[in-house]
């Protein structure tokens, strides 16, 4: 069955750097776009960025375009988030998600849109 499990979450103080990895597994990841959702405390979960199966495309949330990569070594079967410039709002739990549409179509924000999540890793920032 497919599993995905994230990593790279902690505490870390504002202005400061994460990266969280993703590995899957019971897939071909290839075929597969990817995406990075958080959650915080009393918030819905909110889609941050898409990457397509291949890696030729990207898109962002306005909230972390600038400050945050997204990025996937299909070798490894891996998905990465590059988080720089962390502020304390960025606090939350970080998710992976997988969608067997391999593009990242005009609705990528969307939970719905993907067919399964990793459990979650957690990433506080402090001010």
């Known amino acids: 069955q497919v599993q995905m499990v994230e990593s790279g979450g902690g505490l870390v103080q504002a202005g400061g750097s994460l990266r969280l990895s993703c590995t899957a597994s019971?897939?071909?990841?290839?075929?597969?776009?990817m995406g990075w959702f958080r959650q915080a405390p009393g918030k819905e979960r909110e889609g941050l960025s898409c990457?397509?199966?291949?890696?030729?495309?990207?898109y962002y949330a306005d909230s972390v375009e600038g400050r945050f990569t997204i990025s996937r070594d299909n070798v490894k079967n891996t998905l990465y988030l590059q988080m720089n410039s962390l502020k304390p709002e960025d606090t939350a739990m970080y998710y992976c998600?997988?969608?067997?549409?391999?593009?990242?179509?005009?609705?990528?924000?969307?939970?719905?849109?993907?067919?399964?999540w990793g459990q979650g890793t957690g990433v506080t920032v402090s001010a």
């Open positions: 998600a997988a969608d067997a549409y391999t593009y990242c179509s005009g609705s990528w924000w969307r939970r719905d849109r993907y067919n399964y």
């Open positions: 019971g897939l071909t990841f290839d075929d597969y776009k």
């Open positions: 990457i397509s199966g291949s890696g030729t495309t990207t």
